[in-house]
């Protein structure tokens, strides 16, 4: 008995402290936790339609915490008030038996209601202005197209057209002008998937037979986290994608650098020969082992900036002829576009014209080096399970990759500034 | 009133068949597996449905601390990406049609009855074939983990065409499509009998509004499953035809359509959010008036918000699908819907803090799980609430601010009401008590261990973590949640193992209960003895107030005249009937079974061999009629004659 009073005095007086002490030396080392100011934050925002959204939760938050603490004092004041204190008190004659008072309960009633309106109002404002382009900014809206494939995103630029190759067509990594709104056309292409990219705007499904969109605008440029937000199979939770937004000149040149063909490697001097990299290759990648440096971290959008540089100084000609053969014999063109280099490929399978210009490679999961590229095309099965590259490429054409055949293909790949 | 109180069943035993057929042949073991495969009655059948929820609960659980260990830190490898799939699938399937379901029906079905006054449901073999199609849907859902193919994998609400022979090639998403139906037909007739029994079997003055709080949340979640499965019973035949026919509902390329099946999905989905908690609802409706030792405040509107909930459970449907871009008029009008929801809520848990305002209130071990489910549901409500706004959502659908909100409201609501229950109405089932030291150390660490897990997944959901995700990356920000979730879940599990502990030494050696341990209001705990007779009710009661059996209390001397005369008309009538116990709901049941999984392996054979057995099972059993035998109990209950049996 003693001990029971213990305890329950114990857990009365101190639980919510020892929850709260719990949370606070679990949490002390990182704020993140309590911030909220991850990459794919709602509540650090950066566009007028994250806004918007954060804004309505921020009035839903308000209005329920307001009741919240008027409902739980009064719950908490009639428990301590009413409850029976001892034995004799239990067994004392019963309260008073009423039913109930219905000038109070339609009084209750009310306030629920006049409460829902504060919500309602700014829910309806949001729900129009969030839905498409506000027709003041119609004219300047930028349109691109996007498609979900199970993993991957495809990314059209129907106002780009290409002589001869149709319109500029991208993977994984979107790239919208800052400061304007955009407006994105969504198509699921095998599942449902759901375009997200919180700091920017919720997320709408891209669903397959139905034409979906979306409008976000970037205040400033920056760099920006995305991912499939909608379960679609075995490898939904690695299906990420970024958005970068450019200044109107950074934009400019970013669409002459992509609407050009293929890059061909630059003939390096003999006294800058490439350096001996490609060797060091880590072979013994975990399962789900991170695929991005603390470097990276410190500053993504300058490293974007950097990936549209070619290094042409350490490039390794022989090398990346040798990747570009391979990238042929084994079959790779036949799903893979590379416009300016080779024939095939088709449109259901990642462009990978300018792909050591992105910042990231399977899908925004790992960042797009030499390393974690050779990676990637040794073990895809192993990197994103299920993948189609696998089962329908490597599996079905029975195509073994040796150490060589991965360092030619990597660095034929990183030249594709 | 007096006609009423007569049995139903009077004289019928002239017309008794003379010498039963091998066909017709009716079961009377009391004891063994025999009994138990047979019975008809309402208390062993809810006891074997609590049986089986409880041990899903156990196994949808040990899945989800599988979830949590995975998410413990990031880019970890404990399971693989199809490992954890399975994981989430099973986890939320499971908890919704195997734990929490069945829990609800297992209270149905052993203290509805009682409550109203009433010795059975109105179709006891019915009530039979019910569970027993539950355990085959449970077996055909399960059956995956012991088979090459595996448990389903494409999340509980199944959205196609993942769904489709395309993208899931093997059995197991037949397994789910297949197991969900069975349920579907064990819930549907499970849920037809209560509204009858409740419409028909009320003893006499137990009108409409005098009924317990939980007995209208039984009818009204009773008429949710009659009206909403059927939206998905058409579901799941469509995605079955398009698996094993070719046909063409959700096939994108010949032009099905994938967002029909989420509206099929979601127009039973959300009165099945419904069906899950009014129950929890109705228990803590029975357990603060208990213990605060006065009625229910605003019985009326408790009962009318939980007809409107349930009503316009049916018009927010779209609310699961604010994302898939419906247009604007449509998603302003089920935001608004969905806001009115909180109303009738609201209501409730204003009333549940007005029953306890100027009560003594008995802190019980019962009592603390009902506050605890008001704190809870407080929480998940309002978390509801801003879902409700379309424009928040589409930030926080699909995140774990999501897996946040319907946890409160499905372990903080509906599994701390059940679990309340069952320390509630533990004396009455098995004529024991838990103690009150063990019962409070479970409620404690099952609450702090709850919110420790629960409460952090709400900072992740606004940090954008989706849910269904196997692994994360460690730059991300969901660290520290993610740590701090996974420690609370193995909290939560040693509160949940110390709640089973507990239970399981009390049901075998706990202390022994007198009647009416709790001084309770409502009639199920006026029955003769702990636990109850199979006829219940020696006499059946006559009702004069809403909280019959404290009326019954202060009213001794008129109630003994009552019943008195009562038991007279009833004994010059021949005693209390008692139905046969019947093999032949087994039996069809066991014919569902096979013939899923017929359906399962397109085997035609074995289709129609259990096609034969449903049949057989069903004809047999019409034919077999509804004869009993007759018990005839003194006035307390005591056996007046045991072997006077027809």
């Known amino acids: 008995m003693r001990l029971t009073s213990l305890l329950t ?134 349109e691109v197209n996007a498609y979900g494939y199970q993993w991957w995103f495809k990314f059209e630029y129907p106002a780009e057209q290409i002589t001869g190759a149709g319109q500029l067509v991208s993977a994984n990594e979107l790239v919208i002008p800052a400061g304007r709104p955009v407006h994105i056309n969504l198509r699921g292409m095998d599942v449902i998937h759901s375009f997200w990219v919180p700091k920017l705007a ?4 891209m669903i397959p037979n139905r034409g979906n969109f979306l409008w976000l605008k970037a205040d400033a440029p920056g760099y920006f986290w995305g991912q499939c937000a909608e379960y679609c199979g075995d490898s939904h939770a690695v299906m990420r994608f970024r ?131 050779a990676r990637w095309i040794s073990h895809p099965d192993v990197v994103k399970p299920g993948n189609k590259m696998y089962v329908n490429g490597y599996l079905a054409n029975n195509i073994k990759l040796t150490p060589d055949d991965v360092s030619a293909l990597v660095a034929y790949l990183s030249s594709l500034k | 009133m007096e006609a009423t109180a007569k049995s139903h069943f009077t004289g019928k035993e002239e017309h008794a068949p003379a010498k039963p057929s091998f066909a017709f042949w009716r079961p009377t073991a009391k004891t063994g597996l025999m009994s138990w495969l047979t019975t008809v009655d309402h208390k062993k059948i809810g006891f074997l449905y609590g049986s089986f929820a409880l041990f899903f609960f156990l196994v949808g659980g040990c899945e989800a601390l599988l979830i949590r260990l995975q998410l413990i830190v990031p880019n970890n490898t404990l399971l693989t990406a199809p490992q954890y799939n399975t994981m989430f699938t099973m986890h939320g399937t499971t908890m919704i049609f195997l734990a929490v379901m069945p829990l609800g029906a ?131 035949v469509e995605v079955m035809f398009d698996r094993q026919f070719g046909t063409n509902f959700f096939e994108v390329s010949n032009g099905g359509m994938p967002i029909l ?54 018009t927010v449907w779209s609310h699961h699908m604010f994302t898939t871009g419906m247009g604007t008029v449509a998603t302003a009008a089920f935001s608004l819907a969905t806001m009115t929801i909180a109303v009738p809520t609201g209501v409730k848990i204003f009333n549940w803090i007005g029953t306890l305002w100027g009560g003594h209130l008995k802190m019980r071990t019962p009592m603390m799980f009902a506050l605890g489910f008001i704190w809870m549901f407080m929480i998940g409500g309002f978390s509801g609430v801003m879902h409700s706004a379309a424009p928040a959502d589409a930030q926080q659908q699909d995140s774990y601010f999501v897996v946040a909100h319907f946890h409160y409201v499905l372990i903080g609501g509906s599994i701390f009401a059940l679990l309340g229950g069952i320390h509630y109405w533990f004396p009455l089932m098995f004529g ?117 059996f404290w009326y019954e209390k202060h009213h001794q001397a008129e109630i003994a005249q009552e019943k008195a005369a009562h038991h007279q008309a009833e004994a010059a009538h021949g005693g209390i009937h008692m139905p046969f116990q019947s093999i032949y709901p087994l039996v069809a049941s066991i014919g569902a079974l096979i013939g899923a999984f017929g359906a399962i392996y397109h085997n035609l054979i074995v289709a129609l061999i259990g096609g034969t057995f449903l049949f057989i099972g069903v004809y047999l059993w019409s034919l077999e009629g509804a004869e009993g035998y007759h018990l005839h109990p003194d006035e307390e209950g005591h056996d007046a004659d045991p072997a006077a049996k027809h």
Request: with cysteine; proline share 6%; charged share 15%.
């Open chain 1, 243 to 373: 958005v970068i937004a450019l200044g109107p000149k950074d934009f400019n040149n970013w669409l002459n650098a992509q609407t050009a063909p293929a890059r061909e490697a630059a003939k390096v001097a003999a006294t800058d020969q490439p350096k001996a990299q490609f060797a060091a290759y880590r072979t013994d990648w975990k399962r789900n082992e991170q695929g991005w440096s603390p470097q990276f971290e410190l500053n993504p959008f300058e490293s974007w900036k950097a990936h549209q540089e070619p290094d042409a100084k350490h490039e390794d000609a022989a090398l990346i002829a040798k990747g570009r053969a391979l990238f042929q014999s084994k079959t790779c063109f036949s799903c893979h576009v590379i416009r300016g280099h080779m024939v095939g490929g088709s449109g259901a399978y990642p462009d990978l014209t300018h792909v050591g210009a992105r910042t990231t490679i399977a899908a925004g999961l790992l960042e797009n080096t030499p390393e974690q590229l």
């Open chain 2, 261 to 314: 099946w989420q509206h099929l999905f979601w127009i039973f989905g959300h009165p099945e959010v419904y069906i899950l908690i009014l129950p929890a609802m109705g228990i803590v409706s029975e357990i603060l008036p208990t213990f605060a030792r006065k009625p229910l405040f605003g019985y009326p509107i408790v009962v009318f918000s939980g007809a409107s909930i349930g009503f316009l459970g049916f």
């Open chain 1, 9 to 142: 005095t114990l857990a009365r007086r101190g639980r919510i402290l020892l929850a709260l002490g719990g949370l606070a030396l679990l949490t002390g080392c990182n704020l993140d936790f309590w911030t909220m100011k991850g990459h794919q934050s709602t509540i650090a925002v950066d566009g007028p339609v994250a806004k918007s959204q954060l804004g309505v939760f921020l009035v839903t938050c308000w209005v329920t915490l307001v009741i919240f603490i008027i409902v739980g004092s009064v719950l908490a004041y009639a428990t301590y008030k009413f409850r029976a204190r001892s034995e004799a008190d239990e067994q004392a004659v019963p309260p008073e038996q009423g039913h109930g008072n219905p000038l109070i309960e339609l009084g209750l009633i009310g306030a629920s209601v006049l409460a829902l309106v504060i919500i309602a109002v700014p829910t309806l404002k949001s729900i129009t202005y969030t839905a498409d382009v506000p027709a003041e900014e119609k004219a300047n809206a930028y």
């Open chain 2, 432 to 548: 024991r008590r838990v103690s009150e030291f063990w019962g409070k150390l479970s409620f404690w660490v099952i609450f702090v261990g709850f919110n420790v897990t629960f409460f952090p997944m709400h900072f992740l959901g606004l940090n954008g973590m989706p849910r269904r995700t196997f692994t994360y990356d460690g730059n991300m920000g969901w660290n520290v949640g993610n740590m701090i979730a996974t420690i609370g879940a193995l909290i939560l599990g040693t509160g949940i193992a110390i709640y089973f502990a507990v239970v399981i030494y009390t049901y075998l050696k706990g202390e022994k209960a007198g009647r009416d341990t709790w001084d309770a209001r409502t009639l199920e705990w006026s029955v003769p003895t702990n636990p109850p007779p199979e006829y219940n009710f020696a006499v059946i009661p006559t009702v004069h107030a809403r909280d019959a």
């Open chain 1, 202 to 205: 919720g997320k709408v499904d």
């Open chain 2, 106 to 236: 297992a209270f149905f079905n052993f203290i509805m009855p009682l409550q109203i006054g009433a010795r059975d449901v109105a179709f006891p073999r019915l009530n039979a074939f019910s569970l027993w199609t539950f355990v085959a849907g449970a077996i055909i859902l399960n059956v995956g983990w012991f088979l090459p193919d595996g448990p389903p994998d494409a999340s509980w609400v199944g959205y196609a065409p993942l769904t489709s022979k395309l993208y899931n090639p093997t059995h197991a998403t037949d397994f789910w499509i297949l197991g969900l139906q069975l349920l579907g037909v064990a819930s549907i007739a499970a849920a037809l009998n209560f509204i009858v029994t409740i419409i028909n079997l009320r003893a006499p003055g137990m009108t409409m509004m005098r009924l317990p709080v939980f007995t209208w949340m039984t009818l009204i979640t009773s008429f949710l499953i009659i009206l909403s499965f059927p939206a998905i019973t058409i579901a799941l």
